[in-house]
């Protein structure tokens, strides 16, 4: 008995040891230039703002990407969020965004992330007063697609 008690807890334990739970993947499929998934926009304010960004890329061959989420869950800040989806836009689905705007209205937090690549175009303190001074004035007084509208203008003047 004691044994067969050795022999099923050396077999069972290095496969709990070694067993890893696969992590799951918190973000959409896909992705367009404009991604509302809070559902802030309007569909006449998404498709102004896809041809804008669609136009703006066709210029300056830099792709812009907004998404607006009403969570960051698993993640516990705006900036983790950013980094792993823009990680897994280029790894998963080979989309080579230049700048990422995150939103969130029910979070009341925004992050403009641009890739290094840009510097020579724009800088990030460049990007933070964009939306310091065009972006955040607009969302404060719930005026969100005007907020992007006015720092994508702002965004496509620097880099085009």
Avoid: C
């Avoid at 136009?55 to 989420?69: L, P, R």
């Amino acid at each position: 008995m004691k044994k067969i008690l050795i022999l099923v807890i050396f077999l069972v334990f290095p496969y709990v040891l070694f067993s890893q739970t696969k992590t799951q993947n918190v973000f959409a499929k896909s992705y367009n230039y404009v991604n509302d998934f809070e559902k802030i926009l309007t569909p006449k304010q998404i498709e102004n703002l896809n041809n804008v960004l669609k136009k703006g890329e066709t210029k300056s061959t830099h792709k812009i990407i907004i998404v607006t989420t009403s969570s960051l869950n698993p993640y516990s800040n705006i900036s983790d969020y950013t980094l792993d989806l823009d990680k897994y836009l280029i790894n998963d689905l080979k989309v080579n965004a230049s700048i990422l705007i995150i939103m969130s209205e029910k979070l009341r937090q925004m992050r403009i992330q641009g890739v290094n690549k840009l510097h020579s175009k724009i800088s990030d303190k460049e990007i933070e007063e964009i939306a310091a001074n065009f972006v955040v004035p607009e969302l404060k007084k719930g005026n969100y697609y005007k907020g992007l509208e006015d720092g994508i203008a702002q965004i496509l003047k620097k880099i085009e």
